[in-house]
T-cell receptor
Framework: AQTVTQSQPEMSVQEAETVTLSCTYD???????LFWYKQPPSRQMILVIR??????QNATENRFSVNFQKAAKSFSLKISDSQLGDAAMYFCAVKNNNDMRFGAGTRLTVKP | GAVVSQHPSWVICKSGTSVKIECRSLDFQATTMFWYRQFPKQSLMLMATSNEGSKATYEQGVEKDKFLINHASLTLSTLTVTSAHPEDSSFYICSARLPQGGGGNIQYFGAGTRLSVL
């Protein structure tokens, strides 16, 4: 079984500043994928970024980047130059084959 | 990215009636779709994995006779909540995965269905 832990129920960041959301996971699989999804008030799940576990290089998507520490089973998300539209629930997920598990989520507030 | 359409977005029904929720992959064929349930301010909980042409695989604790899943085509999966009761009120989200080998195991999500049982 795979488990995901997001230890920060809520986070706040000032507009244009940088914020890091934490995520740790546990899996017995050697081949898996890691994801960050964003869920705004509309509740539509939006993929933010993904990382293949076999890749050492940290994934980057514009203002979003991850710090993937495989040995520590840590997968944090860094949001740079935060924008008001970044305000949402952020879910970390680990997936192996058809089994995707989500963390409890972190609610991010962006202050103007 | 790929598009997953979910319908209806909101449904209100009387206790004891059945409700069907549709999930369609609009621009790709999805041999596998997933159904999640999300309670207010909580995470997504996987209910079942829907496989085209075969029976769905249900997670432990999910009543298969209560939540009927039919994946009759490569682009459509349906979830029917049978004899709905107020405790079934929740937000249901479907998801579809690109065919094996495509897209790096990304799952695309529908916009969700809010079910309110009176």
């Amino acid at each position: 079984a795979q488990t995901v832990t997001q230890s920060q129920p809520e986070m706040s960041v000032q507009e244009a500043e940088t914020v890091t959301l934490s995520c740790t996971y546990d899996t017995s699989e050697s081949d898996y994928y890691l994801f960050w999804y964003k869920q705004p008030p509309s509740r539509q799940m939006i993929l933010v970024i993904r990382q293949e576990a076999y890749k050492q290089q940290n994934a980057t998507e514009n203002r979003f980047s991850v710090n993937f520490q495989k040995a520590a089973k840590s997968f944090s998300l860094k949001i740079s130059d935060s924008q008001l539209g970044d305000a949402a629930m952020y879910f970390c997920a680990v997936k192996n084959n058809n089994d995707m598990r989500f963390g409890a989520g972190t609610r991010l507030t962006v202050k103007p | 990215g790929a598009v997953v359409s979910q319908h209806p977005s909101w449904v209100i029904c009387k206790s004891g009636t059945s409700v069907k929720i549709e999930c369609r992959s609009l621009d790709f064929q999805a041999t596998t779709m997933f159904w999640y349930r999300q309670f207010p301010k909580q995470s997504l909980m996987l209910m079942a994995t829907s496989n085209e042409g075969s029976k769905a695989t249900y997670e432990q604790g999910v009543e298969k006779d209560k939540f009927l899943i039919n994946h009759a085509s490569l682009t459509l999966s349906t979830l029917t909540v049978t004899s709905a009761h107020p405790e079934d009120s929740s937000f249901y989200i479907c998801s579809a995965r690109l065919p094996q080998g495509g897209g790096g195991n990304i799952q695309y999500f529908g916009a969700g269905t809010r079910l309110s049982v009176l």
